[in-house]
C-alpha cells in the first residue's frame, strides 16, 4: 500500500507503515474538525505534527537517491521537538527554519551531502543543541558560528573530505593565506528588478543575526518570507553586513585547539570586508598559538616525567618491566576515545610541527 503514495507524501508512508491507529485516529479527529468548520490554514502534515506534539523524529533514510529530498517546513515548526534525526537522506541544504526549534537538543545529519553553505546561521537559534551529528558529509571545514554556540558539548565530523585535510594545508600558513577574496561572479537575476520593501527588511533582519523567530513583533508572514530567501545572502561572520551571496567578499580559515576536548578543528567564516576578515583571523590564530605553546609545555612536562620515571625504575626493575610501564602511560595520556582518534593522530603530527608553525 504505502508503495502507491507519491514521495511527497513520503510522511504517510511512514505512519502507516509504522503506526496506523495513530493515523486513523487522526483523520477520525480531522473529518470532525472540518465538520465544524473551524478549519485552520495549515497542511495536512502541519497539522498531523501539532497534533501529536512529538518530542522526536527519527526520519532516517526517508528519501532515496534522485528524490526530491526538500524537507517540508512542518516538520521545524514543531516546538516540542528535542530530537531531530536525518541520516542518510542526501540531504544538500538543511532549510533555515531550523533555527524555529527552540527545544533542539541533538541533531543528526549524519551521511547526506551537506557543504559549508548548506548549513545556516540560524541554527545557533537552537540555544539547547548539545549534540551535532555532521560525520560523513562534504565540509571542508566546520561553520564558523557553531563557535559561538556555547551549548555543544559534542560535534562529530570525521568523514568529511579525507577528515578535513584539505583544509589543513591552511594550518601552516600565513595570516594573508587563511583570507581568500571570494568574486561574485554568478548573475543574481533578481537585481534587475527594484525588490520590495519587504525584501529589504528582511535583508536587515537577517543582518542582525537575532533570532526573528521568537520575535512576536515580526509577523509570521514576514518569517516565512525571511525563510525563503535567507540563503540568498551571506552574513558577516563579524559585523552585521549581510550581502547577496552572488556578491563578492571573504572565505577566512581558522583554527580552534582545542575544541570540544579535541585538537585542532578548522573553521570555515564568511566576512564582508577584508578588515572584518582580519578582525577574525588575527585573534583565532593568536589563540591557536598559545593553545600550541600550552601544549608544547604539557608535552616536554609529560617527557621530563617520562624520563624520571624511567631513571627510578631501571635503578629498581628490569628492564621488560619498565618498557611496559612506558607503553601503558603513553596509552592512557596521548591516546583519546575510539572516534577521536584521528584527532589524536593530528595531535601527535601537531606536537612534533607546530613549532615551525609558531614562529612564523
Ligand atoms: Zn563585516
Given at each position: 500500500?504505502?508503495?502507491?503514495?507519491?514521495?511527497?507524501?513520503?510522511?504517510?508512508?511512514?505512519?502507516?507503515?509504522?503506526?496506523?491507529?495513530?493515523?486513523?485516529?487522526?483523520?477520525?479527529?480531522?473529518?470532525?474538525?472540518?465538520?465544524?468548520?473551524?478549519?485552520?490554514?495549515?497542511?495536512?502534515?502541519?497539522?498531523?505534527?501539532?497534533?501529536?506534539?512529538?518530542?522526536?523524529?527519527?526520519?532516517?533514510?526517508?528519501?532515496?537517491?534522485?528524490?526530491?529530498?526538500?524537507?517540508?517546513?512542518?516538520?521545524?515548526?514543531?516546538?516540542?521537538?528535542?530530537?531531530?534525526?536525518?541520516?542518510?537522506?542526501?540531504?544538500?541544504?538543511?532549510?533555515?527554519?531550523?533555527?524555529?526549534?527552540?527545544?533542539?537538543?541533538?541533531?543528526?545529519?549524519?551521511?547526506?551531502?551537506?557543504?559549508?553553505?548548506?548549513?545556516?546561521?540560524?541554527?545557533?537559534?537552537?540555544?539547547?543543541?548539545?549534540?551535532?551529528?555532521?560525520?560523513?558529509?562534504?565540509?571542508?571545514?566546520?561553520?564558523?558560528?557553531?563557535?559561538?554556540?556555547?551549548?555543544?558539548?559534542?560535534?562529530?565530523?570525521?568523514?568529511?573530505?579525507?577528515?578535513?585535510?584539505?583544509?589543513?594545508?591552511?594550518?601552516?600558513?600565513?595570516?594573508?593565506?587563511?583570507?581568500?577574496?571570494?568574486?561574485?561572479?554568478?548573475?543574481?537575476?533578481?537585481?534587475?528588478?527594484?525588490?520590495?520593501?519587504?525584501?529589504?527588511?528582511?535583508?536587515?533582519?537577517?543582518?542582525?543575526?537575532?533570532?526573528?523567530?521568537?520575535?512576536?513583533?515580526?509577523?509570521?508572514?514576514?518569517?516565512?518570507?525571511?525563510?525563503?530567501?535567507?540563503?540568498?545572502?551571506?552574513?558577516?561572520?563579524?559585523?552585521?553586513?549581510?550581502?547577496?551571496?552572488?556578491?563578492?567578499?571573504?572565505?577566512?580559515?581558522?583554527?580552534?585547539n582545542p575544541?570540544?576536548g579535541?585538537t585542532?578543528?578548522?573553521?570555515?567564516?564568511?566576512?564582508?570586508?577584508?578588515?572584518?576578515?582580519?578582525?577574525?583571523?588575527?585573534?583565532?590564530?593568536?589563540?591557536?598559538?598559545?593553545a600550541a605553546r600550552e601544549l608544547d609545555r604539557q608535552y616536554d612536562a609529560y617527557i621530563r616525567e617520562c624520563q624520571k620515571q624511567c631513571n627510578v625504575s631501571f635503578s629498581s626493575v628490569s628492564s621488560s618491566a619498565v618498557a611496559v610501564r612506558l607503553l601503558s602511560h603513553g596509552t592512557s595520556d596521548l591516546s583519546g576515545?575510539?572516534?577521536?582518534?584521528?584527532?589524536a593522530m593530528?595531535g601527535d603530527w601537531q606536537r612534533r610541527s607546530h613549532k615551525?608553525?609558531?614562529?612564523?
Open positions: 500500500m504505502s508503495q502507491e503514495i507519491s514521495h511527497n507524501l513520503w510522511y504517510l508512508t511512514v505512519t502507516l507503515d509504522k503506526k496506523k491507529e495513530r493515523f486513523l485516529n487522526f483523520i477520525k479527529r480531522e473529518l470532525q474538525r472540518s465538520e465544524e468548520k473551524h478549519f485552520p490554514k495549515e497542511t495536512l502534515l502541519g497539522r498531523y505534527l501539532n497534533c501529536h506534539q512529538f518530542t522526536e523524529l527519527h526520519l532516517d533514510g526517508i528519501f532515496k537517491y534522485g528524490d526530491d529530498n526538500n524537507l517540508p517546513k512542518e516538520l521545524f515548526k514543531c516546538p516540542s521537538v528535542r530530537w531531530l534525526s536525518l541520516k542518510y537522506n542526501y540531504l544538500d541544504k538543511i532549510p533555515p527554519d531550523i533555527g524555529r526549534m527552540q527545544n533542539l537538543e541533538y541533531l543528526a545529519l549524519t551521511n547526506n551531502k551537506l557543504q559549508n553553505k548548506s548549513i545556516p546561521y540560524t541554527l545557533t537559534f537552537c540555544t539547547k543543541l548539545h549534540t551535532l551529528m555532521l560525520d560523513n558529509n562534504l565540509l571542508d571545514a566546520l561553520p564558523g558560528f557553531l563557535l559561538k554556540m556555547s551549548s555543544l558539548v559534542t560535534v562529530h565530523r570525521h568523514g568529511n573530505h579525507n577528515y578535513f585535510k584539505s583544509t589543513f594545508m591552511w594550518y601552516h600558513t600565513d595570516v594573508n593565506e587563511r583570507i581568500l577574496e571570494t568574486s561574485g561572479s554568478i548573475v543574481d537575476q533578481s537585481q534587475r528588478e527594484p525588490e520590495s520593501l519587504q525584501f529589504w527588511a528582511a535583508q536587515a533582519i537577517i543582518g542582525l543575526k537575532v533570532n526573528f523567530y521568537s520575535d512576536d513583533s515580526v509577523t509570521p508572514v514576514l518569517k516565512d518570507f525571511i525563510s525563503d530567501i535567507y540563503t540568498r545572502f551571506n552574513v558577516c561572520g563579524l559585523c552585521n553586513e549581510t550581502r547577496l551571496a552572488s556578491k563578492s567578499g571573504f572565505k577566512v580559515i581558522t583554527f580552534k575544541y570540544l579535541n585542532c578543528v578548522p573553521f570555515q567564516h564568511w566576512a564582508c570586508s577584508y578588515r572584518c576578515a582580519t578582525d577574525i583571523e588575527v585573534p583565532a590564530r593568536e589563540e591557536q598559538i598559545a576515545p575510539d572516534d577521536q582518534a584521528p584527532d593530528e615551525n608553525c609558531c614562529v612564523s
